[in-house]
């Protein structure tokens, strides 16, 4: 008797889990709950990823996280802008470079253009950092900072990524 019990118990939550089991990699089933959801990029899921990492290693509250991520967002969108009048403006300078005769006036306004654009993005990059340094207290903006040297892939402590108690060539052992 317990067996039959123990088994039609796992044979209900079976039944229970099947409902709700993820979607398959081609995407959601028709006239399934939540058809109209699609799977995350990986960009998405690396812009989760970094954001997960910002929140955990800056211990930020739940109000700083909310307006971080709102800022995070906002500064993808802008960059994703930017990108696109960059590739717009590249597509012009190559049409001009493929011109029979070309028109050095223009080619140079296109470059001033494409100069003009990096500087308008990186001064809009940086009043976004702004406002979200000023989401942070001093130990956070100091963790931010570490967080970001790491991520350039230079830690500033110790320059070439090799940890400061190792020389190069070599062990601790045999240097000494």
Do not use: H, W
Not at 74 to 102: F, H, P
């Amino acid at each position: 008797m317990n067996k039959i019990l123990f088994l039609a118990l796992m044979l209900g939550g079976v039944c229970l889990l099947a409902q709700d089991a993820p979607a398959p990699v081609g995407g959601v089933p028709e006239g399934r709950p939540g058809a109209e959801l699609t799977r995350p990029s990986s960009r998405e899921n690396m812009q989760a990823l970094l954001l997960e990492r910002v929140k955990k290693e800056l211990e930020l509250t739940p109000e700083q996280t909310g307006k971080y991520v709102e800022l995070f967002y906002k500064g993808e969108e802008l960059k994703q802008q930017y990108n696109k009048k960059r590739i717009e403006l590249a597509e012009k300078i190559k049409t001009a470079l493929k011109a029979e005769k070309i028109d050095e006036g223009a080619l140079n306004g296109l470059i001033e253009d494409f100069k003009r654009l990096d500087r308008e993005e990186f001064e809009k990059t940086k009043e976004m950092k702004d406002q979200g340094a000023a989401l942070l207290n001093v130990q956070q903006k100091a963790k931010l900072l570490l967080l970001e040297a790491r991520m350039r892939g230079g830690m500033i402590q110790n320059q070439g990524g090799r940890r400061p108690d190792r020389k190069a060539g070599g062990n601790k052992e045999e240097s000494k």
